[in-house]
């Protein structure tokens, strides 16, 4: 995440690391560049000129390469008994300016990340100066200092302080406190390859912790004496933890600077330099942000919720990455800036969950942070989001092979406030497609709260409690949903839902009732397959610059685009095989089950209102109860409407007694629907009385004479009467 605009994006990672003490900041010259002091080479120049020398030819020949060490080395070497002529040199440059602003901040923000939840320090820095012990002193950060050679084990039980790994400019004059400074090629060379306590300290800080260097270019001659050590250990099989590296880079060259730190085994964290300059604000306003934040707790973490939780999530850019401040701050466990998030007044828009909350940016890296202990093999396919992710060991369900309680996982407390957070947009279209379109079931303790929510508006709204209502439209104007919007969560909360993902098998139960016939259980299963669902989908108007009308919707298709359907897709071809012998024979005992799915499915659309008692759009989707060519079957619904004609058709094949009962009361049934069905059975033989038909067109002032739902099969009547008077005429 970013601590501040153009500032280099932490890994979240990394992040996590430091607020579990696992992190070792390694503390390189740049930390000290707002002190006054200089990086090696500047510190090299000064020596030479506080010494009255030039630069030799084979001395500037190292020099330009950059081999700030060897300089120096070749220096004492050239000015026999001048070594402490140099280190008192060296401490005269390296006196800092401590009256300028935040000469000491960067220093002391180090000092806070660097410090854990129990208090122990552990830091180290390859810096000679005593800005430490300012910054220290002025913000009441008491440490114990190593200085080298005397360095502790770096374990958790054996180190508590700061490192200062090539030694400490002493308070007074010491002649042999200088000595012991690694400043030349000779000196590091004693201390990384011959007597090696510094190799051995820094292979055993690698094994142990996870390091950040900060402060050191990319060709700094410290670093590489450090990582040829680690080198080495890598090379004997040694595993180490991820290194990171805050580095500078111009604009254009990010790709080359990764390249180059990544060939030191180090995974660099970029921060922009403008070209030609030597501006590293960006590096210490994020340490000193990063510091504060830390230093605050969780506090700390609900001052980024309280700061961004109003903002458009889409304006966040790769130079102010506002949305990774949130997920990281929303993320810590104690859901307590989650909870922040949830209450907050006016309520966070809904684009949060949308876009951030969704969006799958989480890896096998970012495990420990949720609480799930990742395996030492990463995981290069793994990916999640806040919202949906591994669960803890602690909430995960258990592998079993049956249960009669929950078997999917438990909230933990970020989750549970996050969805408090959504019951505040009950009267947003948008939440709902969101559920639907990831499979439209909600988890056990989300209905709970959402009906929660329905029972109190209910309540309020019936007491009369204006006042009390408008108090919540203020703080969050999508909280009451509206008649339609009630409607959609009626249908969510009761599982009438079509889930993309869940996808029942008719097939499966063809090949059952081949082979087992037509069993209870196979019949309520069926009746479960064929049971009418509501598909929701967004609908193509909410891309449309249209959003600033104020009507109310008086349609539920204003809101949300819907399809009636059944449980399993593909039911025409799945049926289509089955008019044999078997499956006719036992039609006639599914015949009301057929019935009470279409009455189910039209009182469906009523619910949607898109049915009433003389209107349903069975005529759009099946022109003709008789089978004719223009029933396309586009629609699955209108499988049940085939299905019961045909079971109909098989019943008065057989008992033309009770095919006549049912077709009488069908036309006492509500919808259009049932009045074709009606119909269609009067223009059978010997079924409806002609005396009932006439009196079925001319009920309610003849409406289903004229109707247009009615009309194909009021002309099929028409035909079989005509026919019927014809031949008997014939006859006569």
């Known amino acids: 995440m970013q601590f501040v605009t153009h500032g280099p994006d932490i890994p979240d990672a990394l992040l996590q690391a430091q607020e579990e003490g696992r992190v070792v900041f390694f503390c390189g010259a740049g930390i000290s560049y707002p002190a006054g002091l200089p990086g090696f080479k500047g510190l090299v120049e000064q020596i030479y000129q506080l010494n009255g020398t030039a630069l030799s030819d084979i001395e500037r020949e190292a020099f330009e390469r950059g081999q700030f060490d060897a300089t120096l080395d070749l220096l004492e070497r050239r000015l026999p008994g001048q070594r402490l002529a140099v280190r008192r040199a060296l401490v005269h440059t390296l006196k800092p300016k401590l009256r300028r602003k935040g000469a000491t901040d960067t220093q002391a923000a180090l000092l806070r990340l660097a410090r854990s939840r129990e208090g122990a320090l552990r830091l180290v820095t390859t810096n000679f100066d005593r800005i430490f012990h300012v910054a220290a002193k002025r913000t009441g950060q008491a440490f114990q200092a190593h200085a080298a050679p005397m360095l502790p084990i770096p374990k958790n039980s054996r180190w508590n302080g700061l490192v200062f790994l090539h030694g400490l400019l002493p308070e007074k004059a010491d002649d042999t406190a200088l000595n012991r400074l690694v400043v030349t090629s000779?000196?590091?060379?004693?201390?990384?390859?011959?007597?090696?306590?510094?190799?051995?300290?820094?292979?055993?800080?690698?094994?142990?912790?996870?390091?950040?260097?900060?402060?050191?270019?990319?060709?700094?001659?410290?670093?590489?004496?450090?990582?040829?050590?680690?080198?080495?250990?890598?090379?004997?099989?040694?595993?180490?933890?991820?290194?990171?590296?805050?580095?500078?880079?111009?604009?254009?060259?990010?790709?080359?600077?990764?390249?180059?730190?990544?060939?030191?085994?180090?995974?660099?964290?970029?921060?922009k330099v403008p070209a030609g300059s030597y501006n590293h604000s960006a590096l210490h306003q994020t340490l000193h942000a990063w510091a504060e934040?830390?230093?605050?707790?969780?506090?700390?973490?609900?001052?980024?919720?309280?700061?961004?939780?109003?903002?458009?999530?889409?304006?966040?850019?790769?130079?102010?990455?506002?949305?990774?401040?949130?997920?990281?701050?929303?993320?810590?466990?104690?859901?307590?800036?989650?909870?922040?998030?949830?209450?907050?007044?006016?309520?966070?828009?809904?684009?949060?969950?949308?876009?951030?909350?969704?969006?799958?940016?989480?890896?096998?890296?970012?495990?420990?942070?949720?609480?799930?202990?990742?395996?030492?093999?990463?995981?290069?396919?793994?990916?999640?989001?806040?919202?949906?992710?591994?669960?803890?060991?602690?909430?995960?369900?258990?592998?079993?092979?049956?249960?009669?309680?929950?078997?999917?996982?438990?909230?933990?407390?970020?989750?549970?406030?996050?969805?408090?957070?959504?019951?505040?947009?009950?009267?947003?279209?948008?939440?709902?497609?969101?559920?639907?379109?990831?499979?439209?079931?909600?988890?056990?303790?989300?209905?709970?709260?959402?009906?929660?929510?329905?029972?109190?508006?209910?309540?309020?709204?019936?007491?009369?409690?204006?006042?009390?209502?408008?108090?919540?439209?203020?703080?969050?104007?999508?909280?009451?949903?509206?008649?339609?919007?009630?409607?959609?969560?009626?249908?969510?909360?009761?599982?009438?839902?079509?889930?993309?993902?869940?996808?029942?098998?008719?097939?499966?139960?063809?090949?059952?009732?081949?082979?087992?016939?037509?069993?209870?259980?196979?019949?309520?299963?069926?009746?479960?397959?064929?049971?009418?669902?509501?598909?929701?989908?967004?609908?193509?108007?909410?891309?449309?610059?249209?959003?600033?009308?104020?009507?109310?919707?008086?349609?539920?298709?204003?809101?949300?685009?819907?399809?009636?359907?059944?449980?399993?897709?593909?039911?025409?071809?799945?049926?289509?095989?089955?008019?044999?012998?078997?499956?006719?024979?036992?039609?006639?005992?599914?015949?009301?089950?057929?019935?009470?799915?279409?009455?189910?499915?039209?009182?469906?659309?009523?619910?949607?209102?898109?049915?009433?008692?003389?209107?349903?759009?069975?005529?759009?989707?099946?022109p003709s109860i008789t089978p004719h060519w223009q029933n396309r079957g586009f629609r699955d619904w209108v499988s049940l409407i085939e299905l019961l004609r045909e079971a109909w058709i098989a019943v008065h094949a057989n008992d033309r007694a009770r095919a006549t009962r049912i077709a009488q009361s069908w036309f006492e049934l509500p919808y259009p629907t049932f009045k074709r069905l009606g119909l269609f059975a009067a223009s059978q033989d010997d079924c409806i009385p002609p005396d009932q038909s006439v009196e079925w067109l001319l009920s309610d002032g003849a409406w289903w004479l004229w109707s247009t739902h009615t009309g194909r099969e009021v002309f099929r009547l028409f035909v079989l009467q005509t026919r019927t008077r014809l031949s008997r005429f014939a006859g006569a």
């Open 293 to 622: 934040t830390y230093r605050d707790g969780v506090q700390g973490k609900e001052a980024i919720v309280v700061k961004h939780a109003l903002t458009r999530p889409q304006d966040s850019t790769r130079q102010d990455d506002f949305v990774g401040r949130m997920l990281w701050a929303l993320s810590d466990k104690s859901g307590l800036p989650a909870k922040r998030f949830a209450d907050f007044n006016p309520a966070p828009s809904l684009d949060w969950l949308l876009e951030p909350f969704a969006h799958e940016r989480f890896g096998h890296g970012d495990l420990l942070r949720f609480g799930v202990p990742p395996h030492d093999e990463e995981d290069t396919k793994l990916r999640f989001s806040l919202i949906r992710r591994p669960a803890p060991y602690d909430s995960a369900p258990p592998m079993l092979l049956a249960s009669g309680g929950i078997t999917g996982s438990q909230w933990d407390d970020v989750m549970f406030n996050l969805a408090r957070w959504l019951v505040r947009h009950l009267d947003d279209p948008r939440l709902v497609i969101w559920i639907a379109e990831r499979g439209g079931r909600l988890h056990d303790r989300w209905p709970w709260l959402i009906e929660h929510e329905l029972d109190r508006f209910g309540s309020l709204e019936r007491e009369g409690k204006t006042s009390e209502l408008n108090e919540i439209r203020l703080h969050a104007p999508k909280a009451i949903p509206g008649p339609l919007m009630r409607t959609l969560w009626r249908l969510l909360l009761s599982g009438r839902v079509k889930s993309p993902w869940h996808d029942p098998d008719l097939y499966r139960w063809k090949g059952r009732f081949k082979r087992e016939g037509l069993t209870a259980t196979l019949r309520l299963e069926l009746r479960e397959l064929l049971a009418p669902r509501v598909l929701l989908k967004k609908p193509f108007r909410w891309g449309d610059d249209d959003s600033s009308g104020t009507d109310e919707p008086t349609r539920i298709k204003q809101l949300v685009d819907w399809e009636l359907v059944l449980a399993v897709d593909h039911v025409h071809s799945a049926l289509r095989d089955l008019a044999d012998d078997q499956w006719v024979s036992v039609l006639p005992l599914l015949l009301e089950d057929f019935q009470q799915l279409l009455r189910d499915a039209l009182d469906l659309l009523r619910e949607l209102g898109e049915a009433n008692d003389r209107d349903d759009r069975s005529h759009w989707d099946l």
């Open 186 to 271: 000779g000196d590091f060379g004693l201390a990384y390859l011959t007597e090696r306590w510094a190799s051995r300290f820094v292979s055993e800080l690698f094994r142990n912790y996870v390091v950040c260097f900060v402060g050191y270019s990319i060709n700094d001659p410290v670093l590489r004496y450090m990582m040829d050590a680690l080198a080495a250990d890598r090379m004997l099989g040694e595993v180490t933890p991820q290194a990171w590296a805050l580095g500078d880079c111009e604009p254009g060259q990010e790709h080359r600077k990764s390249i180059e730190w990544e060939a030191k085994g180090v995974t660099p964290i970029l921060y």
